[in-house]
């Protein structure tokens, strides 16, 4: 079965860091997929954030650039999000998703992805 499965949110000060993670089963997580993360904040759309493509090109959205780190380990079939300097507006669910060979304008732009139960990071004081 092919599954991605997130992790690693959690309750954190502003200017804290956490690091989530997406353990893929059913299929090698490696650079023949383009993986990236995906932010729904409460009562807004989810929106991508973070992106490899297989090329290895990494990109980031304005909002997080700079201070998320986005990186893939295929022996362990995980991908990570490094997530430092976070802010309240970075409060909400986060997901990851891969999409066989493409780039990361498609992975953003796809609608016909299957969502996980994803992983709550909230930013407070």
């Known amino acids: 079965q092919v599954m991605l499965e997130e992790s690693g949110g959690g309750l954190v000060q502003p200017g804290g860091s956490l690091r989530l993670a997406c353990r893929a089963s059913?299929?090698?997580?490696?650079?023949?997929?383009?993986v990236g993360w995906f932010h729904q904040a409460p009562g807004k759309e989810r929106k991508g954030i973070s992106c490899?493509?297989?090329?290895?090109?990494?990109v980031y959205s304005d909002s997080v650039a700079g201070r998320f780190s986005i990186s893939r380990d295929t022996a362990k079939n995980t991908m990570y999000l490094a997530m430092n300097n976070l802010k309240p507006e970075d409060t909400g669910l986060y997901y990851c998703?891969?999409?066989?060979?493409?780039?990361?304008?498609?992975?953003?732009?796809?609608?016909?992805?299957?969502w996980g139960q994803g992983t709550l990071v909230t930013v407070s004081s």
């Open positions: 998703q891969a999409l066989y060979a493409s780039n990361c304008d498609r992975l953003f732009s796809e609608d016909k992805f299957q």
């Open positions: 059913g299929f090698p997580l490696n650079d023949v997929y383009t």
């Open positions: 490899i493509s297989t090329a290895g090109k990494t």
